[in-house]
């Protein structure tokens, strides 16, 4: 059933604008876009669907076709959901931050959402949610919004609304995707750009089947011990006002008055920004074997000194890792579980990844999904 199919049969009427965001996969760049860094990410060719029309009344109405659930809320009643309702939160927090820039709406609207993102896989479906929300009601409520404002509206949602520190790595390059490309993304100055995927090679995705039951409280406190940190080495340098000013010297300088933990945390966010630096530099220059080993050298950043990974992440890197036609594997996105992904060329084949699956299977007793995906385009209307 087609999104307008389906939205149909909710409400019993057409839709009034769809728009589609795609999820994303962090290509390097770990924990470093709320310090105010560079990233990178691509988006996937899994998106969510967002369709949506005006009520006549003063009620929200959201039917949810992968969730398969169903909730309202009064226009002057929007806050966050608990229980049954809670699916509701990302188009809601999407739809409060539009009215505080501004947005009026005196009456209610429809909403219908169906995906072919994997939730809760590390993949930012809750960012693809967002985004393809924020351009439909753009359209039905006549609030015209550029990119980056709709990307800084999902982010608020995240922020403000639902309560996830998250930096802007999600929604940038679910919104700034491009077919094929890379986004590039520098968070202290909010600017997007991309370099071409090079030449001939493909993404892979396993999942770990990790759902860190307290990721929100691990990743903000990740998100504090680097706030903390920042404050610490700015006492001694007013020019760092944030981890991605800082050098590792300059955090080694101030390693006595930071916990052990925080300085592992500075550590690790210093020298990955310094490795989509030096990513940057091994894409222009076509070397893939570079790639492959910042991507390695990001993993084990993240195990020893950031330690967001988990058993199933480090051996899902490993196997893949030692496997021929693969350049380069790591854990991607926030961690604590979720996915691993694997840079490879067009060899590395379903055999090799069914092999990987097996030991998986054998080691932890239960399969990891996986996927291959190509690049595809970021969000926007599709009607
Ligand atoms: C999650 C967050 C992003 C980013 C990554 C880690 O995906 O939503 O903002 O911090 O984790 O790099």
């Keep these: 059933m087609s999104i307008q199919e389906f939205f149909q049969s909710q409400f019993n009427t057409a839709p009034e604008a769809v728009a589609q965001a795609p999820g994303r996969l962090e290509f390097i760049g770990n924990h470093v876009d709320y310090n ?51 699916f509701m939160n990302y188009p809601l927090g999407v739809f409060e931050m539009l009215r505080k820039a501004g947005m ?22 809750s960012a693809a949610i967002e985004l393809a929300t924020a351009y439909a009601l753009c359209k039905i ?71 860190h039951a307290l990721v929100a409280g691990d990743y903000a406190k990740r998100h504090a011990s ?3 940190a920042a404050a610490e080495i700015g006492k001694y340098n007013a020019k760092i006002q944030c981890l991605a000013d800082a050098t590792p010297s300059a955090v080694e300088a ?11 945390r500075a550590m690790h966010v210093v020298a990955e920004n310094a490795r989509v630096v030096e990513m940057e530099h091994a894409l222009a220059v076509g070397d893939l074997n570079a790639v492959g080993d910042l991507l390695k050298a990001s993993h084990a950043s993240s195990r020893d000194l950031f330690e ?11 196997e893949l890792s030692a496997q021929p036609n693969v350049y380069g594997a790591r854990l991607s996105g926030g961690g604590f579980g979720g996915i691993s992904i ?42």
């Design 36 to 86: 105010k860094g560079l990233v990178m990410g691509v988006a996937i060719d899994k998106h969510i669907s967002v369709a949506v029309s005006l009520r006549d009344d003063d009620e929200i109405h959201m039917a949810s076709a992968g969730l398969n659930a169903t909730g309202t809320v009064k226009l002057n009643e929007v806050c966050l959901q608990k229980g049954p309702q809670a």
């Design 104 to 125: 009026k709406a005196e009456r209610g609207f429809n909403l219908a959402d169906d995906s072919t993102v994997p939730t809760g896989a590390g993949v930012s479906s």
């Design 141 to 211: 409520y006549n609030f015209p919004m550029s990119k980056i404002d709709i990307v800084r509206t999902g982010q608020k949602a995240e922020n403000i609304f639902v309560g996830m520190p998250c930096g802007i790595l999600d929604q940038g390059v679910s919104g700034f995707g491009e077919k094929d490309a890379i986004v590039r993304i520098d968070c202290k100055t909010e600017e997007f750009s991309t370099r071409p995927i090079p030449a001939g090679t493909v993404f892979w995705v396993f999942n770990s089947m990790v759902k």
């Design 226 to 228: 680097c706030m903390n």
């Design 254 to 264: 101030c390693r006595s008055k930071l916990s052990e933990e925080d300085y592992k």
């Design 308 to 318: 967001n990974s988990c058993p199933e992440i480090d051996f899902l890197v490993a």
């Design 342 to 383: 694997a840079l490879t060329n067009g060899d590395f084949t379903e055999a090799q990844a069914e092999k990987v699956a097996d030991a998986f299977e054998a080691k932890f007793g239960k399969r990891p999904k996986y996927f291959k995906t190509t690049i595809g385009t970021g969000a926007g209307l599709v009607g």
